[in-house]
């Protein structure tokens, strides 16, 4: 097994049973403790573990929200795929939202220069990328500037989103499950994204795997809110055919 995939597996376990320990791990992948704590702080880089004495926890169990730095150096790969993807989503002309977080991030990157479009987003970076394209209009949502996501939040966002409608809202997730839906840690963060799937007839969910099966504290959502999910090859498939059983079209790429 590589070391990838074993740290997935840690991190999979970490997360189901809200705590691993080191001599349980090397016990279970038939490998050294100095092997399973370079793993744990690998997981522990990326922003996902907490190193605690002889083990480590999830962060969500924490209630700790990594910063957008942290959080765009992982899953790269993955999420350069998804973000490609998800360019077949974007109509030729028309309205989009695009939501927060550093997969519609690299979305928002590779818009091509020559659409004709309107871009609603709360996301300064977002906007940052967005405002030099000459076929681009471009609708910055205002509010409270969140920095763990460099996001308009509160009332005036709020106020903002109700009268907005696109063709299409490009929405991320800190987790989401057939369980509890979608789901993110902060609650004004929550209330934005909900107010951003209300105004899209269309709503496409961009997550890498890492994210499905985790749940956060507050829920902005049910997968039936959700058109298209678009995720990495790295999914489980029997999570990703209960997904595609609620309704929700599942892309994996």
Partial sequence: MYAEERQRAILKQARQDGRVDVATLAAAFEITSET?????TALERSGVLRRVHGG????????????????DTVMT?????????ALDEIPVEGAILLDAGTTVGRLAGLIPADRELTVVTPSLP??????????????LVGGRLRGHTM????????????????????IGANGLSVERGLTT????????KRAAIASARRTVLLADHT????????RFGDLGDVDTL????????????????????????
């Fill in 230 to 253: 678009i995720t990495d090859a790295g999914v489980d498939p029997r999570i990703a055919d209960e997904i595609t059983q609620t309704g929700v079209k599942v892309i994996t790429v």
């Fill in 77 to 85: 790969v993955e999420k350069d795929r998804i973000a490609t993807a």
């Fill in 211 to 218: 994210k499905i099966g985790n749940d956060h504290f507050a």
């Fill in 126 to 139: 977002n906007a940052c990328a967005l405002a030099n394209r000459p076929g681009i209009t471009l609708m």
């Fill in 36 to 40: 399973v704590r370079r793993d744990l």
């Fill in 151 to 170: 996001a308009s939040v509160d009332s005036w966002a709020l106020d903002t989103l109700k009268d907005t409608y696109v063709d299409v809202a490009f």
């Fill in 185 to 192: 840690p902060d609650t004004a963060e929550a209330m934005v």
């Fill in 56 to 71: 480590a926890i999830p962060v969500e169990r924490l209630g700790i929200e990594p910063g957008l730095d942290a959080r």
